[in-house]
């Protein structure tokens, strides 16, 4: 891979992170907490899980497998019950909220999907020749 595709990578990555470290922030003052009940560790396990799906996101649209949808689903399922994975390591760090799991499922399959659909709509264009 080359420079270029890293830079890109990393750039997407990084955005990605700052939106959601952002929007957490938003909603834990918009419910009146002023502090993450977590504290860095969470910040850390978020920066994890977002590093687990963006590199299944990127080996997925690497794979040389038709169609699109079957390319997405190959990356999905081994991503997810790696997030999975580590959020049951985290638990035997600290004590796991009662929804952590179904909370995991919930933002990262969100975040994937989002991810899907915005490179559909990139690969439409492309074909398309826009």
């Not at 938003?26 to 850390?44: A, C, T």
């Not at 399959?109 to 989002?114: G, R, V």
């Not at 990139?122 to 074909?127: G, L, M, N, T, Y």
Request: hydrophobic content about 50%; charged content about 20%; overall charge positive.
């Amino acid at each position: 891979m080359n420079k270029k595709k890293w830079i890109r990578i990393v750039a997407v990555y990084s955005i990605i992170y700052t939106a959601v470290t952002l929007l957490n922030s938003i909603l834990y003052l918009g419910k009146g907490i002023y502090e993450d009940p977590s504290g860095n560790w969470h910040e850390l396990d978020r920066a994890v899980i977002l590093l687990i799906g963006v590199t299944a996101f990127k080996l997925c649209t690497a794979l040389p497998v038709k169609p699109l949808i079957l390319r997405y689903i190959i990356a999905y399922v081994p991503s997810q019950l790696l997030a999975f994975g580590y959020v049951w390591f985290s638990g035997l760090r600290e004590e796991l909220a009662k929804t952590a799991y179904r909370d995991i499922w919930i933002n990262f399959a969100s975040l994937f999907i989002l991810l899907c659909i915005v490179n559909t709509i990139i690969s439409i264009r492309k074909e398309k020749g826009e």
